[in-house]
């Protein structure tokens, strides 16, 4: 098995057994230029047959708008699912807390061809794909399958729910906590709207978007998936288009009541990223986890060995429980916002730790009994 993390500066990209890329998306000068950089020789982009993204953040898919022509032959995408979240008053705001998501990515990245850099993943990747593809939302339990190994799913659950005892008290602090943190990012977005009557527009036109897409499709118990199968949907037939019109993002600055709805929504997100492992624990990816999910998942892996651990949100998101693992080398996509990584306690005692801000790009490819490191400075060494 082999992973490859590109150098894109703050954002991530990954690539494992080549033909499967992790998220797209970094600083604009590394990623408009993608496709000339040394790594490619090794990792063409036109060999990738598999997209997962980890979460709807633009550090993680902006990329997808400076591809210049249809690279991807793509057979299968995968991405978080939207869990059902119930609060304590029995209310499901999963609904409420996507749409205002989209909303606020919508509102911030303008000069999109659809509208929405974030709403529209699918139809982005059908244009940057020179084949039709399937597509799931994946799930806590759910298994994914590329070129014969297999990944579990570790996060997000199917439904997050707060539940009480017969003297109210909460049972699953760790879910209330998620739900506490959806419902003050609800609440930042409801005063920015008020503002910015714009927001509230979008906020109408993605709720029902989202509530029409998934109204027969609402997890409510913990069901299992392996992919690919044949429930998945399917992109429509390609159709070749004179010239591509791809159209890179531009963002604006936030005012304050709309800047705190952002970062309230963001953090949030973060909780219901995507996580999973292969199933030999070759690699453990763990998205921009915050510290309970981080926690909860580990604790779940406690003793497990793996041989490359993906950080948590470029090495900066901590958990104690991180320590229950054994990790071989530790590989962070850092630029110029979290160079100081490093300083994450969680992480000081895995010897072997590099980051593309100090590294380069890196490439680790996984023997039954050691790891080779590569490096685009031209060094290597065998772990």
Known sequence: MNVCMHDVGNGLNLFINHKMMIDFGG??????????HRCCRCYPIHHIETFVLSHFHDDHYNGLFYLTHPFFDLKHVYYPGIPTIIDAAGKDIGVTFFSYLIAMNHYITLGTTSGSAAADLIEQLHRVSTTTFQYAPLFKGDIFNHNGTQYEVLWPPRVIKIQSNTNGRTLDSEDKVIVSKIKKAIGAFEKAKEEHPELNELAEKYSRAITEKYKNNIPEHEDKDDYPNANMKSTDSKVEEESFTNKPISTIELPPLAKTANDALRTAANDLSLAFKSENNKILFLGD????????????????????????????????SMNLLKIKVALSSVGSLYKGYFRNPDLKRITNKLDTYNDGCIHAYIHHSSIDIEKCKYSSKTI
């Open 27 to 36: 600083d604009i000068d590394k990623i408009s230029n993608y496709h000339y």
């Open 289 to 320: 986890l915050e510290t309970n999910q981080i926690n909860r998942v580990c604790q779940s892996l406690s003793n497990k060995q793996f041989d490359v651990f993906i950080t948590p949100h470029h090495g900066t998101h901590k958990g104690s």
